[in-house]
Every structure is written in structure tokens, then in C-alpha cells.
């Protein structure tokens, strides 16, 4: 366990150099080139998470300062070892202590940590293993299964899992067998292929276990297929394995351009699947089983593993790490988090994650996975402010105050790590933390101005209602 509360300076894992005038390495800097010590300090990183590998060690992080300690740099030791990683501001914030507190718990909400992991694939001779995003080390077992394409840690059929969890989730990526090899005849006699999962680790009480999950699928042609298709398609799994693939995309290929190629991949995914007349836009639909693909797209787009800006290059690895390693219904909330509406009107209600969902006598309650936001529209601040809530026949608008609060501390106890809570009221500096993930479908450009106790959002960014009209337009052609 690593407790870091400031970068290297010194030997070859060093970060940024002694001078305190030197400015740590920026997105900027990497992107131009112009951080000399970050790709020597990366393969120092890597070395050591090659010897932990080897001797099945898992290396947590925890990094506390309020300036960078060289987290991306580190972030290949701790993804290689299935380690933790714990940001935070300092180590005195509670983000810190009882994200350190849940780890030596032992409840029903524990992390259930399980040691020196073995992930074998076993697969018909149809389908080829490209490689696995997530927290885990290729054994390099190279066989007759291994694509020659790789994505992430590829060239094998068998990985290290040196630590992991109830929750450690992997990515894998598969490849169909050329049609023209001789191995491959049996797609058309027998139309079922199966794929094995062994995971052989040791449990946190000690004991060796393996666990062995087989599935079969087959395959599909002809007309009937599109239906077939969609009928087993998971929006949910394909925003999270977009997210794991495009990250992986802009750290690993220069020049890659995520926005294009998310959009393409959109483009082309509705323009097959969708039901539309040639070259007329308003006659197109999605199956529901598709329909809120192109929302995770959206929002995918606008969150922070796409659009860097405003985050350092640490901030950005520890939002990585934590999607490459979580559950789908966690991945979902960090790609397009959740909104609950809390009014006198009505109980507790999920929202649209929308301007439009701003309400003067509204409390809004959103999660985003790393940070649980309390937003209360301006004339519940000031009700609060005047202190409504200590008054006698006021105990209905104390029980509204309270309820966002109740429903965020249960968010806050499950999770690991502790998400950050902030507190804030309309207009106030920290509504920013909400006001960035919603859709923008009034800005200060709008023709129609919010309602009375609404708000507009200051962006030129397309609202969701324009992206929609060019994915129509653009998958009818």
C-alpha cells in the first residue's frame, strides 16, 4: 500500500524535478511531447509492476495532496496488479479515511478482497481472444486462440489477476475466426459456439477456488438476423465497453481523434439496426433495445474520459482506472449519471439529466459515481436559509430537506471509493458540479428563456435534441 502525499523527485521514477518553479506535466505537455521525465518515469512503473506481477503483489495507491503525485505515470503498476486507487484532496478528508476505513471492513458491504488470481479463456475455434481491458497481466500464453490483432493485454489465453474483488470487471474483446481457414468450416454445420471463463484465486478466508463459467451462443445469417441481434443486445454493456475501448484508444494511438470515432461507430450502428425510409430522417426509429444507446453516446462524449480539459493528467488516470475495473451499473453512472427530483409535489423522482430539470421549490440529487451533488433550487435556499426547517408546522419541508440527505449517505456507505458530496444551492459557486453534466437544451443562445426558478446553461455545446437530428440525418443516407 502506497500512501502518497506528493510527486517523486528523485531516482528514475521521478516526476517532475527539484526546482519549485518547474509547473508539473500538463495534458498539454503530453500531448506535445514536452514532458521529459513522464515516458522514463512510466517504464520504471512498468518494470515494478512487471516484479509485483511476478511475485503476485498487489500495489494499492492512495494519493492525497492537492496538487498531482503522478498518478498517471504509477497507473500501470497499480492496473497490472489489480490494485486500488484513492484520490483525494488531503489525508485528512473523509473521502480518505473511509475510503482506508471500507477496505478493513469485514460486513455484508465489504470489498470481499480475493488474492493471486488465475482468468483462463477457453473458446470454440470460431472465435479468437484479441485481449482483455482491465486490471489484470497477459501471461503471454500464446496459442491457437490468441487474434493477432491485440487490445490491451492480448497474446494469451491465461492472465495474472494478482488482486480483485466482488466487483472487478473485465473487458474482453473477441475476434472472429476468417471464414477461409480450414478450422473454421463448423460455423455453418453446427451453429453453436461456446466460450469458458476459469478464474482460479484465493478467497479472503484462505481458502484455493476455482470457478468455472460456461456459456454458449450461435450464430446468425440471413434475413432474420438484424431481429435476432437486437433482440440480445445489452446498451448498457455496449456503453461500458465503448468507454473502456476509447480510453484505451486515446492513450494508447497517436492522434486519435475519440469524438470521430465514437460518432462513427454510432452512425454506422444506427444506420444498420435502425427502422427509417431511405434519405428521410423523420421516418427513423430504434428498437428499445437500442433507443437509449445514443443518450450513453452523448453523454460518453461530454464526460471526463473523453474531454480532458479542466482535469490533470492524474485525475483523468484514476477515472480510467476506476471504469476499467468496475461493474456495468457502475460504468453506466459514471458515463450518464443519475438524477433524482425531490419536491413537495411529488416523492422522490428520477429526472432527465436536463437544465430543463431545474426548479426554484425542487432538490435535485445527482450521482456521478466519483461525486454525489445536493442542489437546492433557489427558493428552497432561502426557506433553508431563513431556517423554515426549525419552525413548528414546518416539518414537511425538514422531511424534504432530510431525504436527499438520507438517500446520498447510502450512497456514500456502498461505495468504494468514497465518492466526494458536495452541498450547494442555484446560482451558488459549486452548482458548477451540476450545471457541467447536464444537457444543455437551454443555453443563453436559446429563443426561449428558462421558466421563472429555472436556469441556462453558458455553452455553445449541441443540447442532446440537435445531436439526435444529425444522427437521423446522417444514418438515413
Known sequence: MAFIGGPSTEGPGSIISKPLSDPIRSHKDLDKGSAPLYNKAVKFYEEIGNQLVHQGHVLDLF?????????????????????????????????????LRHIFQSSDSDLGLSFNGIFEINCSKDVKIQGIIGPCTSLEKKGPLSSDTVIGQGNTSAWKMCGLDRKTSLCIVFDMAKKDAPDAIGQSQNNLFYFQFLTYYQHHDGQMRLRSTTISRRWVAGSGSVQELITGFDQEAAAAVMARLVSFKMEAEVDFDPVRWLDRALISLCSKFGDYQKEAPSSFSLSPRLSIFPQFIFNLRRSQFIQVFNNSPDETAYFRMMLNRENVANAVVMIQPSLISYSFQSGPEPVLLDVSAIAGDRILLLDSYFTVVIFHGITIAQWRKAGYQHQEGHEVFAQLLQAPQEEADSIIKERFPVPRLVVCDQYGSQARFLLAKLNPSVTYDSDTPPPPGGDMIFTDDASFQVFMEHLQRLAVQ
Not at 498531482?68 to 484513492?86: F, L, N, P, S, Y
Not at 488531503?90 to 479515511?97: L, T, Y
Open 63 to 99: 494519493a492525497c495532496a492537492l496538487d498531482q503525485v503522478g498518478v498517471a505515470e504509477m497507473k500501470v503498476a497499480v492496473e497490472r496488479t489489480g490494485g486500488i486507487v484513492v484520490l483525494a484532496e488531503s489525508f485528512g478528508h473523509s473521502v480518505f479515511k473511509d475510503s
